[in-house]
């Protein structure tokens, strides 16, 4: 896995970012699996719970040489193996599903819109240097173009993911130097720093990118509520200040 996009909502740009970095034929970033990580992170702390919480089964079952008179119902193994399982089974995945088209392509990635803390914490314990590009985008579009894809149906739970998400992409991006946090207005600008970002991952032109950005294939913007728009600014405005959106 050579590179992950990872947009903090849905609508958020990701799909025009995948677009740029397909751009380049050696190149191949698929799109969205539903979130597929989710279920693995799910996977992962059902298994650790039943590690630690029923580890007196195991630890009783082995000091007294695999006697079957004990309680072993919920017997797992111990913490260790349980997170090589997941890892292991993370990366076999992947490897396995984007074997397609492999050949030719010296940089295979996905791009997804429904992860947040735990699935990318997985994702980096899965893959330690793999870059990860975060994709930001002002909540108030955001929401504008969720309402004319017909997925705008409660702002409310649409502001708090933004913001957990949003906030929590500031921290990583701090802390990790492998993660690069753009946001999707200086892409469409043009801005330097953007531009040279995706161009340095991507083993793009500007030009190339210029090419890309041109072409809009599907907007769907549609005008929110004056009450829409207070409830993202009451949740989300300290974070957006924070991205220069206020």
């Given amino acids: 896995m050579d590179l992950l ?7 958020s740009g990701s799909t025009l970012v995948q677009r740029i970095f397909n751009r ?8 969205e699996q539903y979130g597929i990580l989710t279920q693995f992170q799910r996977m992962h702390q059902l298994l650790k719970e039943y590690s630690t919480n029923h580890c007196q089964q ?18 797992v193994p111990e913490l260790d193996y349980v997170d090589h399982a997941v890892e292991e089974s993370v990366k076999t995945l992947f490897a396995t599903l984007y074997a397609q088209h492999k050949e030719g392509h010296d940089i295979i990635g996905f791009k997804e819109v429904r992860y947040g803390k735990e699935e990318l914490t997985l994702f980096r314990i899965c893959y330690p240097e793999t870059p990860i590009l975060l994709l930001v985008r002002n909540p108030l579009d955001v929401w504008k173009s969720m ?12 502001a708090k993911k933004w913001q957990t998400n949003a906030s929590y992409y500031l921290d990583l991006a701090k802390q990790d130097p492998a993660v690069y946090l753009v946001r999707y207005e200086d892409i469409v600008l043009k801005q330097p720093g953007a531009t040279l970002t995706i161009a340095k991952l991507g083993k793009l032109s500007e030009e190339e990118i210029d090419s890309v950005i041109a072409k809009k294939i599907w907007s769907t913007p549609r005008t929110p509520t004056t009450a829409d728009e207070h409830a993202i600014i009451q949740t989300c405005g300290s974070t957006m200040k924070a991205y220069g959106y206020m």
Avoid at 24 to 31: A, F, M, N, V
Avoid at 147 to 158: D, I, K, Y
């Fill in 5 to 11: 996009i990872s947009a903090a909502t849905h609508r």
């Fill in 24 to 31: 380049r034929k050696e190149t191949l970033i698929w799109g």
């Fill in 58 to 75: 195991r630890e009783n079952y082995f000091r007294d040489g695999e006697n079957p008179n004990h309680w072993i119902a919920c017997m």
């Fill in 147 to 158: 309402l004319g894809a017909g997925l705008g149906n409660n702002v409310v739970p649409f």
